[in-house]
């Protein structure tokens, strides 16, 4: 496996590294299935049909190996340099160009930056080069039925995903996709893609697996709904005179509960001084470099970025190859 594809994204998913789980017995595992087949059921599903789309998936270890050791472990210094290379910025540009319009028709319908439309897409499958070579149905079912750490979370999407075949009419033994079940350009897991895909071509149909134009206006729009601000910042670094005072704690995944004025004191500063309001919402960020530390103030923008993968790490990458893209298409 390359170390691209190794890095493919599980989208709005928590990824930190997780200690493997002892493995659920075969009677836990047929009682799994016996409810699953009994709340499809309830939701219209023929048990009969449930029943063989279980039985249609296999188990992959290569799944779990992959879940508990994901790359988002690894400190800043070793994580950005997999993505902010010249070779992504070259195809993010070629990419940027080839679909311009649609881009920026997508970027004022959903009020969302051009910018981290492109960076996301290039982010996530390298513009389409890496889409994942796990099949879906099997990479949710083993961690649906075979993870207990995130078992319930993956059956649902295991569920989704028996929808989402028939609403899309997707053929799913040919569905490839992430470890984690993320599909298509931007790696939407069965859910996402229900509830955020849109069609942008108007031709009928969400298809993310193939549709350039739909996968644009899909991750516009998961951006929109998570409430994305416009021309507005993502994330300031931080100068530290002394180590963060013991009411402020780097960001660990929960929801928003500083302001700016929180963390900005006398000791903490912004890096480079703007007009900036100290009531909004705000986090810590602490990214690991080989010889110290850098401290980063992400706002809300930043916090949307983390809807799409819950890692700091992911989210600083993001923003930081969008720079490189804003900077760059502008001056071709």
Known sequence: ???LKRMLAPLALTLFSCSAAAAPSDSEVEAL???????????????????IFIKNA?????VIDAMTKPWEAKPWHQYYPIFLTEKRLDAGLAFWKEHAKTIERASKEFNVDPQIIVAIIGIETFYGGYMGNYPVKDALYTLGFHYPPRATFFRS??????????????????????????????QFIPSSYRHYAVDFDNDGSRDLLISTTDAIGSVANYF???????NQPV????TLNKDLPDTVKTWSGEKLHYQVADIL?????LAESIDLDVSQPALVVK?????????????KNFYVITRYNRSPLYAMAVYQFSQELKKAYATQ
């Open 265 to 269: 004191s006398p000791n903490v500063a």
């Open 1 to 3: 496996m390359t170390l």
């Open 287 to 299: 990214l690991e470099q080989a010889e110290h530390d850098e401290y980063w103030l992400g706002l």
């Open 58 to 62: 296999k188990y992959n270890q290569a």
């Open 224 to 230: 929109h709904q998570h409430g994305w601000q416009k």
């Open 33 to 51: 299935k016996a409810e699953f087949i009994k709340t499809q059921s309830g939701k219209g599903f023929d048990a009969e049909d449930t029943t």
């Open 157 to 186: 999407e295991f569920a989704n995903l028996q929808s989402l075949v028939k609403e899309e009419r997707l053929d799913i033994n040919s569905l490839k996709g992430s470890y984690a079940g993320a599909m298509g350009f931007g």
């Open 235 to 238: 994330t300031l670094q931080l």
